[in-house]
């Protein structure tokens, strides 16, 4: 069109934003996180002596050399097998459990039960330093040490409380008489909270699954003491390529690509379920 | 269908009593309305009955069944809540269907029970969407249809309508009860709206704090309430209760108030032998429809109660008046072509000519009715 077009803005309206500075902040944000990450995976495709190399190399080949290291001589995929054997499980049962704890908590009076909520609670409250040596006899005790069992039951257990303290909330929000609406209409109270209860829930689940796999991925403290050579996951697996005076960088670089490329390619995977679930209760 | 027969129910929440001792039985087929003011027990009531509150005494029994403490699908009765009450995450389509899935039913039987309810309750065009994208007449109109789709013996329903519009109320009402009357079906209904019940009910039963007041037709609840709680309940604007004595001068008998004085028919009160027993205090209750407006010095005035005119509400086919008696506020409403004459000047001097019978005498103590309405006990005590 030729005509020039009016403003749409009144000519009484205050003048228009600026925020070019929003821009600049979130520039300098990106910038200070993205700057170590791109470190690490840049350190990952170096060889051995560019890695090494002081004052550090911008310039190289890029090689797969590293990677191809972790694999053959360290057994790399066993720890990643390992990994995910064990927080998928934990996910699992952490999670089924605690739907049916918080369900009970959010739904039902009994007596002490907001002690039994704060109870629940309060397991999270040490940090894992101050348990592990219990942990660790108790573990010993049952047979449990270097198996993956122990590590999903204890994992399971460690997550519990905060499954149940975040679905607690999501329950309390989703109105009572829903359910109750399904039980005039015939059904038992199982096939309610199946059919109308977790369908409603299941954004929230998500997304506190999503959490719990997190955290249990990248759980290290317990790992390290728990775990022998065929049952190591990750966490420690990463770690220990820091030890000594001489560390090989590149290895180290590569090793945290393993452990970070996966649970990365999966939160982007589920981001909007993940946020939906999130922002359940608070939209209303 | 069924009848509904409730014994001596109880409810307590702690040390509130949410229902005491309530007995009522609701005939097969019969439109019954709980009525009363927030908190007072109804849909606790309704709730023991649709088994979703377990009750702490009494007995529930649904065609002779006993049903007291049977778990809501082994009582086969539908409800209506007022909000909530849909699938959120199911279409309507499956919102009406979900009775017939619990129930096993096949496929096509579904499928034509659904489309039959959706037909009558003309929700069939928006069968496939979800909740979240009906109106607030359309949602409650599935919710209905959920209830109507399966043969239940008793229909609940907890204030259904109640947050519609207007308009949209006064349609759902004549809906409802058209509805009702079609299917011959055992009803519940909770409101604590009069209109609603007027106009609906077969019965009402008035509640107030978990007990009831009064059980009976919309007229007789109207016509003769059990006490002064009923009386000023029902009818809208409600009715003026006025404290005073009873006096009497030879044969004449007076009601002697602040600022005030009607005479009576001796006789009529002489029928009611509970006004003998008390002490001459009373409560006179009068409706405003029954109360003349006349200017002072007018035509027939004498025998009228003074008053100073506080405002005058003009609703096109009639005028209401608020006017001060003694220092009790008076409402009057009279047909607009009778008081065109009385127009402004609040503040001035009014007379209210109460129709001697039309009046209620209630105990001061308990409130119970004393004495009827003689025009309306006249009419005789067996409707
Ligand atoms: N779950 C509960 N726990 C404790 N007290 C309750 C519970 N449900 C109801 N009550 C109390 O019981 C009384 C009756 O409540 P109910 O809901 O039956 O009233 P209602 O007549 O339906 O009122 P409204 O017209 O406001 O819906 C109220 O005093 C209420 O506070
Ligand atoms: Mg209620």
């Not at chain 1, 573990?139 to 460690?158: C, H, N, P, R």
Request: net charge neutral; with cysteine.
């Amino acid at each position: 069109m030729s005509m020039t077009q009016p403003l749409p803005v009144s000519p009484s309206a205050p003048p228009r934003e600026r925020n070019w500075w929003v821009y600049v902040i979130l520039l300098l944000v990106s910038f200070v996180a993205l700057v170590p990450i791109v470190w690490i995976v840049l350190t990952a495709l170096m060889d051995r002596a560019v890695a090494q190399s002081v004052p550090p190399q911008w310039i190289f080949t890029p090689t797969l050399e590293a990677f191809e290291t972790l694999l053959t001589r360290y057994d790399m995929l066993l720890y990643m097998r390992n990994s995910a054997i064990v927080s998928v499980s934990a996910t699992f049962f952490s999670v089924v459990l605690g739907m049916f704890c918080a369900y009970a908590l959010a739904r039902y009076e009994f007596p002490g039960k907001n002690d039994v909520a704060f109870w629940i609670l309060s397991n999270r409250m040490l940090p894992p330093v101050a348990v592990i040596l219990p942990i660790f006899m108790f573990f010993q005790t049952f047979k449990l040490l270097d198996s993956l069992v122990g590590l999903i039951l204890l994992y399971t257990g460690m997550q519990l409380p905060f499954v149940v303290w975040m679905l607690k909330g999501f329950f309390e929000d989703i109105p009572r008489q829903i359910e109750e609406s399904a039980l005039v209409d015939g059904d038992t109270w199982f096939g309610a909270f199946r059919r109308v209860t977790l369908p409603l829930m299941a954004p929230s689940i998500t997304a506190t699954a999503i959490f719990v796999l997190i955290l249990s991925w990248n759980e290290y403290a317990f790992a390290v003491f728990l775990t022998g050579a065929q049952t190591r996951t990750l966490p420690p697996a990463v770690a220990s390529f820091i030890g000594g005076s001489d560390i090989q960088w590149n290895l180290l670089g590569a090793a945290c690509v393993f452990i970070t490329l996966p649970i990365l390619l999966f939160v982007v995977a589920v981001q909007r379920q993940f946020v939906r679930g999130l922002s359940m209760g608070m939209m209303k | 269908m069924g009848q509904v027969a409730v014994t001596d129910l109880n409810k307590r929440f702690g040390s509130v009593a949410a229902v005491a001792d309530v007995n009522f039985t609701v005939e097969d087929g019969e439109f019954l309305f709980l009525l009363g003011p927030s908190g007072c027990g109804k849909t606790t009531t309704l709730r023991m009955v649709a088994g979703l509150e377990m009750p702490s005494g009494g007995r529930i029994a649904i065609d002779s069944r006993d049903v007291t403490y049977l778990r809501p699908r082994d009582r086969n009765v539908g409800m209506v809540f007022e909000r909530y009450g849909l699938y959120n995450h199911l279409s309507v389509f499956e919102n009406i269907a979900y009775p017939l899935r619990v129930r096993r039913m096949s496929r096509q039987e579904i499928r034509s029970r659904v489309s039959a309810v959706a037909e009558r309750l003309q929700i069939a065009d928006v069968l496939d969407r979800r909740p979240g994208q009906l109106s607030g007449g359309q949602a409650q109109r599935v919710a209905i249809g959920r209830m109507l789709v399966r043969q239940a013996d008793v229909f609940l329903m907890d204030e259904p309508i109640s947050h519609l519009d207007a308009k949209l109320r006064a349609a759902m009402r004549i809906e409802l009860k058209h509805l009702q009357r079609e299917l011959k079906a055992t009803t519940i209904y909770v409101s604590h709206d009069q209109l609603e019940a007027m106009t609906m009910a077969d019965r009402i039963l008035i509640m107030r704090d978990g007990t009831i007041q009064q059980f009976d037709t919309p007229k007789a609840v109207f016509d003769r309430p059990a006490n002064e709680f009923v009386a000023t309940f029902i009818g809208e604007p409600h009715m003026n209760v006025l404290d005073c004595r009873l006096t009497t001068e030879g044969a004449r008998a007076f009601l002697q108030g602040d600022g005030f004085r009607i005479e009576v028919d001796p006789d009529w009160l002489a029928r009611s032998g509970d006004l003998q027993r008390s002490d001459g205090a009373v409560r006179l209750g009068i409706r405003p429809e029954h109360i003349g407006v006349a200017l002072p010095g007018e035509a027939g005035a004498e025998g009228a109660v003074e008053a100073t005119l506080l405002t005058i509400e003009t609703m096109g086919h009639q005028n209401a008046f608020a006017g001060d008696v003694g220092g009790t506020i008076v409402l009057a409403r009279a047909a607009a072509y009778e008081t065109r004459h009385i127009d402004g000047g609040e503040g001035r001097p009014i007379l209210f000519r109460f129709d001697p019978r039309r009046i209620y005498l209630f105990d001061p103590r308990d409130g119970r009715t004393l004495a009827q309405a003689a025009a309306v006990s006249g009419e005789g005590r067996a409707a």
